[in-house]
């Protein structure tokens, strides 16, 4: 069977990988010539809101708009959900109760105890990085498949918590949710109904400092504690990595980036209701880490991007997004594991046939699978 | 909390407890048979159950009936649709092996990523029944009268009712003399427990995972008739929770423990039930998954413990 699936491989017409040299390029480019690319992406990201740009990316809707949500929120959630399903090796299938909780502290504090914006945002980071070691803590030391199903049973019981509770306002949610207070008086930090572009700056600010937070603390000791973890956890273990609490930190750190993206959200909508956070939620930004290149962070924004942006181009297509999806979960699985733009070092791990939760079937069929398809 | 409402709505909780649990403890088989031999949530178990649901429902439609049937012509629908349910469900779990999960198996692939394919293969089963016919609930038409038997205390036993849960009981016996009986499911126990000397034994391997899946669906199609005579309707999406809620009866039984499943599938159904009785019926999918959790907590090998994998099943 490895020996058919070899010629199948063969047989598939080769995809001409364009990336590999690409990051090769980049992996050799002096510091100054990134710092250049980096402050020439950050000004792109500033004056992408543009009208000519918009026509073309989403001539049906405001491009503004849709820059801020879906393709903004699922980019920062896609980035925290990265920490701890890329980094660390965890599947979590209800990252969208941190997001939920991040929304509902921001209309609870906002509409019934009158806070500013700004003072809720802090707040509720700590609320959901509470919650993340809440469930965190009694589940982080069961195996990784019960962890996936745990995590999604907590993102029911989050919406349905939702649901039922009379002071979060039920099935019919939370509404007038304040805007966060303007700056100043330029244009670009005055947050109301008639433009969206101040939070699209926002988020993208957000993106930013989340994105500097994640890439230094990839290169500490946790970073490098996370991916021993996701390798390989005994071995971790043994070494004398706690890798329990580690794992909290993960669980924490994913946390409190959802709920940064969860307060933005509900700031922007005015008015959030259970319906907002579905499974269907979770599951898409899972599809955007994983089709990506989970665990590397420009191909976790570049899924992020495409799975929110696709379906706002091709409206037409609109019912089929999620059959798109499945599809390319199960085919991205079996084709390239690793994702669109992989990190190198998940790239190995996985063409070693780990990558964090042992092999399927805890040996079945490897014994007459001998195939190690090397490609680094 | 309605304690009250405990005591007085104790006998008729317990009475849909079993009927529910009972659907709980078949779909469970799948996930304990798939998850004991290849260590895999098989997470789209649910949508081989919801296209069992569709599949009864096709036959009621084919076979005209409109009005409830008795005697002889209702044992003979039933036992259509379950062997159209049956058919298709198992021949769906096949496909959906071969398709998402055995091209990950032969390469050795990271349990992570057969979730992942896993959870693509759940949505793109449930978005094609959603595409095809609709995202709203369907009836099924009555096939039996839903007459009162008997009483226990305040609670009634309907025909119903006793039918699902017998036919589970049925069910359950029959696949519990299949793996401790038969030569194939020697070979499933003898796969779950040392798969590598399991293949040096002669087990065909990849045999085996297939009998696993077939059985497992097959299951899921007995469960989904039984699950279309009770509620009367299905959806696209009608396995999803009723999916997580099995596999938290697999898990609360003891995974890989056949009748750790049963077990697990009708405490869970009580403990739903009680709980609605006291909290009120909208927190009864929250009390579910409080149930999980706790489990994992207290107990991760479950009731009974994880036994398939010790040769006893």
């Known amino acids: ?376 | 909390m309605h304690l009250h409402s405990f005591v007085t709505q104790f006998w008729p909780s317990t009475i849909d407890g079993l009927t529910l649990g009972s659907i709980y403890a078949l779909m469970a088989l799948g996930y304990t048979l798939v998850y004991g031999v290849l260590r895999l949530i098989n997470f789209a178990h649910s949508e081989i159950f919801m296209i069992g649901t569709f599949a009864s429902l096709f036959t009621l439609h084919a076979l005209g009936v409109k009005d409830a049937e008795s005697g002889f012509a209702l044992v003979g629908v039933l036992l259509l649709c379950v062997a159209a349910a049956m058919a298709a469900s198992g021949a769906s779990a096949v496909v959906l092996e071969r398709v998402a999960y055995r091209p990950l198996r032969k390469r050795g692939a990271s349990r992570l990523a057969a979730l992942i394919s896993a959870i693509g293969a759940s949505f793109f089963l449930q978005e094609v029944f959603a595409l095809r016919y609709g995202r709203d609930q369907l009836g099924f038409p009555r096939v039996m009268t839903k007459k009162v038997l008997f009483h226990i205390g305040s609670g009634e036993v309907r025909s119903d009712k006793l039918l699902v849960v017998a036919a589970a009981l049925v069910m359950m016996v029959a696949l519990d003399r299949f793996v401790n009986g038969s030569r194939l499911g020697r070979g499933i126990r003898a796969t779950a427990q040392d798969p590598d000397t399991a293949v040096l034994m002669g087990v065909n391997i990849d045999r085996i995972v297939m009998v696993t899946f077939l059985v497992g669906g097959m299951m899921a199609g007995v469960a989904a008739v039984l699950y279309g005579t009770f509620f009367e309707l299905t959806e696209y999406n009608v396995g999803f929770l009723l999916g997580i809620k099995a596999f938290t009866a697999a898990v609360l039984g003891g995974i890989g423990n056949i009748r750790g499943a049963l077990l697990g599938g009708l405490t869970l159904g009580l403990i739903e039930n009680y709980g609605a009785s006291i909290f009120g019926a909208e927190w009864k999918d929250v009390i579910a998954f409080t149930v999980l959790v706790l489990v994992l907590l207290l107990r991760p090998t479950g009731l009974l413990g994880e036994t398939l994998t010790k040769a006893r099943a």
């Not at chain 1, 990336?19 to 010539?33: C, M, R, Y």
Request: glycine letters at 12%; a positive charge.
């Open chain 1, 1 to 376: 069977m490895s020996a058919q699936w070899a010629t199948l491989k063969a047989k598939l017409p080769k995809v001409p990988d364009l990336l590999t040299p690409l990051s090769k390029l980049w992996a050799a480019a002096p510091g100054p010539v990134r710092l250049l690319v980096y402050a020439l992406l950050i000004v792109g990201a500033f004056v992408l809101p543009s009208d000519s740009i918009g026509s073309f990316m989403t001539p049906q809707s405001d491009w503004s708009a849709v820059l801020f949500y879906p393709i903004g929120v699922y980019i920062l959630l896609a980035i925290g959900l990265n920490v701890v399903v890329g980094q660390a090796g965890l599947l979590d299938l209800g990252y969208v109760a941190f997001f939920a909780i991040g929304g509902y502290a921001m209309g609870l504090f906002g509409i019934k105890s009158h806070w500013n914006f700004w003072a809720i945002l802090p707040v509720a980071i700590i609320c959901s990085a509470a919650a993340g070691v809440i469930l965190g803590a009694p589940t982080l030391r069961l195996r990784g498949d019960y962890l996936a199903i745990v995590t999604l049973g907590f993102g029911e019981i989050i919406r349905e918590t939702a649901n039922n509770l009379s002071f979060t306002g039920g099935p019919r949610g939370l509404s007038p949710i304040p805007f966060p207070h303007s700056i100043g008086s330029t244009w670009f930090t005055q947050y109301g109904i008639s433009d969206t572009r101040p939070f699209y700056y926002l988020v993208v600010i957000l993106i930013i400092l989340v994105i500097v937070l994640v890439k230094r603390l990839e290169r500490s000791r946790v970073g490098r504690a996370w991916s021993a973890i996701r390798e390989d956890e005994d071995a971790a273990e043994a070494m004398g990595v706690p890798t329990f609490r580690y794992k909290l930190w993960a669980f924490a750190i994913g946390a409190s980036i959802g709920g940064a993206a969860g307060v933005l959200f509900a700031s922007q909508q005015i008015s959030i209701t259970p319906d907002n956070f579905p499974f269907l939620l979770s599951s898409y930004i899972l599809c955007a880490v994983v089709l990506g290149g989970s665990g590397n962070l420009p191909g976790v924004i570049l899924g992020a991007f495409l799975v929110a942006w696709l379906p706002e181009r091709f409206r037409q297509f609109a019912d089929y997004r999620v059959l798109i999806f499945g599809g390319a979960l199960v085919l991205m699985m079996i084709v390239r594991p690793e994702g669109i733009l992989p990190s190198r070092r998940r790239r190995a791990e996985l063409a070693e046939g780990t990558g964090g939760m042992g092999s399927l079937g805890g040996g079945v069929g490897a014994a007459e699978t001998q195939h190690v398809d090397l490609e680094v």
